[in-house]
């Protein structure tokens, strides 16, 4: 530090450093940096929920994330790799004593069940999903996914809310913040947990973390609805209705008198949402209107009552989807009944567990996929399929499952801005790791949100000293995915 006491060298330093404060200044004015300034959208709010302009013009007004909790194989379902046909029961080259999450690694093993070519593109996928494989032609794969962390927690939460460390918002909550909702009469937000419980991090994917309480998620599924929205017996609703009218005069004239209390603005609007949806969310998990074809389709009168549980839930999001609901998260897979029992954690015995959850999956996801097509919803509707990690192509060290893998997994879209019958990137002969086009999930974050007409560097939130983005400081748009 001892030049910095030089005079000269002071004045020297001084100068080429307020000439690089200049030149900053200078490329901003002309639009030239690469960052441009923050967007905050403005909310009332009264109203946190009223539509949004976007950034620019979107292809999607709506997202529905389908995750698989417990990191689905992608190489027993998506990612067709006739190399572990051939070496099948033998070594991977160059990976002798590979150690992985839970210890040392076996020999390759070919997928537990065979792949034919799908639809008039020929994409080749395993028969474990038979049905969702029938929508080859619409799907756009992503084969070169990586994640950061081969833990689920972080991993969970990094597909949810783009951070391995718990305490950020989920995308679902960014989204509804930007945007807010088409429908006033339910939450801008809904995630829907498997009827077996709720993935490892639970309602950390739905959580609004440092964003306004407004933009959490809420979580209701056919087995649980939204609690505490019927009018209590003793109550007539007359009484109801006059009651609430009341409080109407009472909290305007209070406005009246305070101008600009915005808390006591935003309670009126979380009673008043709340109100609206003791009428409108009931309809939502009744079934009723629903085609015996429909109901069929589905699968929710099946005799499995976690498919039929499924299934359910999975006809709730296409009403929630055709309702306007902005952000649909449906999730498959539990965390709290053990390692591989209710989720895709295949460690020990991936034939025998997958065997259980495929069919769980399978035909109510596909129905769901295929219903909204029919109603005209993908044309507006982006659907994301994620995992928060893929498995090895090797079983583990005396067991017959695979181990966790971060280094490369298949996820796909469909709907509204991207290709059809698409696959970009790829793994490596043995679908081990990422090795062309290696996307993040930084870049599925900033390609949802284009999609969705936001720019994901300028979509932020101040919170403490830090202007927070979904991406982080990371992230691409994946353009060679869209339309």
């Known amino acids: 530090m001892n030049h910095l006491l030089h005079r000269r060298h002071f004045l020297g330093r001084s100068v080429s450093g307020l000439s690089s404060i200049a030149l900053t200044s200078l490329l901003k004015s002309d639009g030239l940096l690469a960052n441009e300034s923050p967007v905050r959208p403005a909310i009332d709010p009264a109203h946190p929920y009223a539509p949004r302009a976007p950034h620019f013009e979107p292809k999607a007004k709506q997202v529905l994330m389908i995750f698989c909790s417990g990191a689905q194989s992608h190489v027993d379902m998506w990612d067709y790799k006739p190399e572990l046909f051939k070496r099948h029961d033998k070594p991977m080259p160059g990976a002798g004593g590979l150690v992985t999450f839970q210890g040392e690694q076996g020999n390759l093993i070919k997928p537990i069940r065979d792949f034919k070519p799908r639809g008039q593109s020929g994409k080749m996928l395993s028969d474990l999903l038979p049905n969702l494989a029938e929508l080859a032609d619409d799907m756009c794969f992503i084969h070169s996914m990586t994640a950061k962390s081969n833990t689920h927690g972080p991993a969970e939460n990094q597909m949810g809310t783009g951070y391995t460390l718990d305490g950020f918002p989920s995308c679902g909550a960014w989204v509804t913040y930007a945007l807010g909702s088409e429908n006033q009469n339910l939450p801008a937000f809904v995630a829907i947990p498997d009827p077996r419980?709720?993935?490892?991090?639970?309602?950390?994917?739905?959580?609004?973390?440092?964003?306004?309480?407004?933009?959490?998620?809420?979580?209701?599924?056919?087995?649980?609805?939204?609690?505490?929205?019927?009018?209590?017996?003793?109550?007539?609703?007359?009484?109801?209705?006059?009651?609430?009218?009341?409080?109407?005069?009472?909290?305007?004239?209070?406005?009246?008198?305070?101008?600009?209390?915005?808390?006591?603005?935003?309670?009126?609007?979380?009673?008043?949402?709340?109100?609206?949806?003791?009428?409108?969310?009931?309809?939502?998990?009744?079934?009723?209107?629903?085609?015996?074809?429909?109901?069929?389709?589905?699968?929710?009168?099946?005799?499995?009552?976690?498919?039929?549980?499924?299934?359910?839930?999975?006809?709730?999001?296409?009403?929630?989807?055709?309702?306007?609901?902005?952000?649909?998260?449906?999730?498959?897979?539990?965390?709290?009944?053990?390692?591989?029992?209710?989720?895709?954690?295949?460690?020990?015995?991936?034939?025998?567990?997958?065997?259980?959850?495929?069919?769980?999956?399978?035909?109510?996801?596909?129905?769901?996929?295929?219903?909204?097509?029919?109603?005209?919803?993908?044309?507006?509707?982006?659907?994301?399929?994620?995992?928060?990690?893929?498995?090895?192509?090797?079983?583990?060290?005396?067991?017959?499952?695979?181990?966790?893998?971060?280094?490369?997994?298949?996820?796909?879209?469909?709907?509204?801005?991207?290709?059809?019958?698409?696959?970009?990137?790829?793994?490596?002969?043995?679908?081990?790791?990422?090795?062309?086009?290696?996307?993040?999930?930084?870049?599925?974050?900033?390609?949802?949100?284009?999609?969705?007409?936001?720019?994901?560097?300028?979509?932020?939130?101040?919170?403490?000293?830090?202007?927070?983005?979904?991406?982080?400081?990371?992230?691409?748009?994946?353009?060679?995915?869209?339309?």
Request: with cysteine.
């Open 197 to 483: 419980g709720v993935p490892q991090i639970g309602p950390r994917h739905w959580s609004s973390a440092f964003l306004p309480a407004a933009f959490q998620g809420t979580a209701f599924n056919a087995q649980k609805p939204i609690p505490n929205l019927a009018r209590p017996t003793s109550i007539s609703e007359s009484n109801d209705s006059a009651t609430r009218d009341f409080l109407r005069r009472l909290n305007d004239h209070h406005l009246a008198q305070n101008p600009g209390d915005s808390d006591l603005s935003a309670r009126i609007s979380a009673y008043e949402l709340a109100a609206r949806m003791q009428l409108a969310a009931p309809e939502i998990s009744d079934l009723k209107g629903e085609s015996p074809t429909t109901l069929e389709l589905y699968g929710v009168n099946d005799s499995n009552a976690h498919k039929a549980g499924f299934a359910k839930n999975c006809l709730m999001a296409r009403r929630l989807i055709e309702k306007g609901v902005r952000f649909v998260q449906l999730f498959n897979g539990s965390y709290a009944m053990g390692e591989g029992v209710g989720n895709w954690d295949g460690h020990k015995k991936i034939h025998d567990q997958y065997a259980v959850h495929a069919p769980i999956l399978d035909q109510p996801c596909a129905a769901l996929l295929k219903d909204m097509k029919a109603r005209g919803l993908l044309r507006d509707t982006l659907v994301a399929y994620v995992t928060e990690f893929g498995r090895m192509p090797t079983f583990q060290k005396g067991a017959n499952g695979r181990d966790h893998n971060p280094k490369g997994f298949t996820v796909w879209l469909m709907g509204a801005g991207v290709k059809r019958a698409y696959s970009h990137g790829s793994t490596d002969e043995f679908g081990y790791q990422a090795v062309a086009d290696v996307t993040t999930i930084y870049d599925l974050h900033a390609t949802m949100l284009h999609l969705l007409g936001l720019n994901h560097e300028r979509l932020s939130f101040y919170n403490n000293g830090i202007e927070r983005r979904l991406t982080d400081v990371h992230g691409q748009v994946i353009k060679k995915i869209l339309v």
